[in-house]
């Protein structure tokens, strides 16, 4: 069986990949992989309490927390590609929708 501290290590690094991805990059589509990606090392995180915990609690919360991300995904993609039809562009730099 593997331990808990494995999953947390595996989750820590996934979030971190994710915080960087957002911070550092400037194209909207990889901005958009590396939330989805945070995303995916909370859920690790809840199916590996759950699962030390003994509780259903934690896989339920997932499936909601997939579920809301899927929507959030969809959304977002349909938002990017309204913008980058108007701005021309997908780097976040360049985009100037918002400015006055």
Not at 1 to 10: E, Q, T
Not at 64 to 88: D, H, K, M, Q, V
């Amino acid at each position: 069986m593997i331990p808990l501290n494995w999953y947390l290590i595996l989750s820590t690094i996934l979030f971190g990949l994710g915080v960087m991805g957002v911070l550092m990059r400037r194209n909207v589509l990889v901005v958009m992989m590396a939330v989805e990606l945070i995303m995916n090392a909370v859920n690790l995180n809840l199916i590996a309490f759950s699962h030390y915990f003994s509780s259903i609690d934690g896989q339920i919360f997932v499936i909601f927390t997939i579920t809301i991300t899927a929507a959030e995904s969809a959304l977002g993609l349909a938002l990017i590609i309204a913008i980058s039809r108007s701005e021309g562009t997908l780097y976040l730099d360049e985009m100037h929708l918002m400015k006055w």
